[in-house]
């Protein structure tokens, strides 16, 4: 347990590591930095248009007001920034590492090779549109809807913000992790990213069939649903329990089927 | 035709390259598939509370044009902005100058080479939507809309062209592009009514907006299909499609007659 715990430790410190690195190396490049936040703010603005169709036309999905639904988009939003903040520059480059052979360096390094790769970069500019205007979105729709703000309830936001966390880690690894045996998976990952934007509503807006797959099978309706879900008491024991098994099952799936692609590698061009 | 050899042959070649990615393709029509799904639910939900109009669209053509919008969407969007960016950023354009053609026919007839395979087989997969949704929410579509769509769409690919390579002129000046055209083509799409119809804005941007190209590559398509327009507003339309390509035109000659003084070749 000690040694463990001795790991975990080594590992905060190389994740802390990882982070000044990219913040200095960001710092570098200013007008980049600042772009990456535009491009963001692009985005961030098509997804408001949504808000403003739900708000003009006083969409109510079974008997979640307009307020009610803010919370869900802004939840969506903030998941959105987290992941272009942690996760996506590192998905993008697996495949060019695969491609290229650059794994092949990466892979003498004494740690784990899934945690440098997956890790390694964050980028610190682009996820800042997002988290405050997701944070805002769910204020607002949180204090509208005069749901009391108590230590219960922020741990249980909390807590299923981190399981989506996981399960997001999860599940965009995977067209990452499939280049190790087909060389472009850029098609793959399109369909991943508009999947990801049907959690862009509270999911009753889908019908029964679909909940069921985005919940059970290809858990992506989890990562926004759960956390608005919960502090408004419509999760059921089941449920809750669900979405804090589901991460744990995730990641031991992610972690067998790495271990089955670096087993592919082929080390070309290197 | 045979006066431009060397634009055919780009052209041909255009056809080529597009047949070499059909897979690609093929996962770009499925991730179409999932904003359209979306947006059919909320619109499902918002038209189920009673009100049979919502921004001035009945929940046929509001459908309607959802579908055609995501597939219009799909085919006038280039990446163009990006390939001429990068190759005035890195130099590329050094061995275009050389060469006895000019740039803009080179791209115009590549983009138009490329585009022919998607927008054959987009056409046909729009209209057996339009067909089934036109006979399920009782849209009646004539013919002639039909044709005026397709002459739309062709309007709007090359209008759709000369904003990129109007807009990828600014790379000229910039010292770093790789994000900025992310931007511009994401704002492109959406104030051309690609994301949702441009009604949603209110009342004083969408007025702003018609006096803007971008509504006619994506917005007025749609609309052409759906129903919405009648005869005249149609013909209005193709015809301001036609001005804005003129002045579009005449806007990028002079964008780049003033980039080129800024051209420094760099890398090559």
Redesign the interface.
Known sequence: MKTRLGTLKTYGIIYLQFIKNCFIAQMEYRTNFILGIAVEIAYLLSKLLYVVVVYKSDLHIGDIPPDGILMFVGTYTMMTGLYSGLFFTNFVRISDYVRTGELDLLMVKPISLQFMVSLRYIDLGMPIPNLAAGITMVSIGWSALGITVTAYHLFLFALYLLSALVITYCLMIIPAILSFWFVNTGGLAGIFYAIWDANNMPMPIYPRLIQRIGVYVLPFLVITNFAPLSVMERLDGGLMLWGALVPILLLVCVRLIWRKAIKNYSSASG | MSIYPKYIRVFKLGVQASMEYR??F???L??????I??QY??WT??YG?GSDQ??GYTYGEMILYTIVAAIVTKIVTTHMDHVIASDIKDGALNKYLVQPASYFGLKLFTLLGQKLFFFTVMLAVLFLVIFYFGGRYAIRIPLVNLVCFVAAMALSLILNFLISYTISAIAFWL??I???F??TG??V??LSGG??PIE??GRTVSSLLSYLPFKYTIYFPSNVINGKLVMSEITEGLLMQIFWIGVMFLVSKLVWRIGFKKYLGLGG
């Open positions: 897979l690609d093929a996962f770009s499925i991730s179409a598939f999932f904003p799904m979306i639910y909320i939900a918002v509370r919502f921004f010292s770093e790789s994000y900025f992310e931007m994401l704002l799409i959406i994301v949702f949603v804005f």
